[in-house]
């Protein structure tokens, strides 16, 4: 069974960092794509970033492009999401998604209904 199991949420303050961590395991394809999205209450689930794991491309959602970071650790099969200079409209359910896909083309325009596979999310809260 495909697992991806997030972690590294919590509660900072306004300016501070967090850095979490997507393991994923039992993932069957080699070609595959993973990202991270958020939903803050009482809003749309938003893309955050993606991830293409046979070429190890990046992008980043302009809305946090320069404090995001996303990298990935291959021998561990871990995703992760570097966040500095947090404000409190960072304040959500952090959920990372993966899924096959044949190239990076396909995975940059990957959107939340591509993903197949999810985390159970991680909550990060940042308060003044």
């Known amino acids: 069974d495909v697992q991806l199991v997030e972690s590294g949420g919590g509660s900072v303050q306004v300016g501070g960092s967090l850095k979490l961590s997507c393991t994923a395991s039992?993932?069957?394809?080699?070609?595959?794509?993973m990202g991270w999205f958020r939903q803050a209450p009482g809003k749309e689930l938003e893309e955050i970033a993606h991830?293409?794991?046979?070429?190890?491309?990046?992008s980043v959602a302009d809305s946090v492009k320069g404090r995001f970071t996303i990298s990935h650790d291959n021998a561990k099969n871990t995703l992760y999401l570097e966040m500095n200079s947090l404000k409190p409209e960072d304040t959500a359910m952090y959920y990372c998604?993966?899924?096959?896909?044949?190239?990076?083309?396909?995975?940059?325009?990957?959107?939340?209904?591509?993903?197949?596979?999810w985390g159970q999310g991680t909550q990060v809260t940042v308060s003044e």
């Open positions: 998604a993966a899924e096959r896909a044949i190239d990076y083309v396909s995975c940059s325009r990957f959107t939340r209904s591509s993903f197949g596979y």
């Open positions: 991830f293409y794991r046979n070429t190890g491309t990046t």
């Open positions: 039992g993932f069957p394809y080699i070609r595959y794509c």
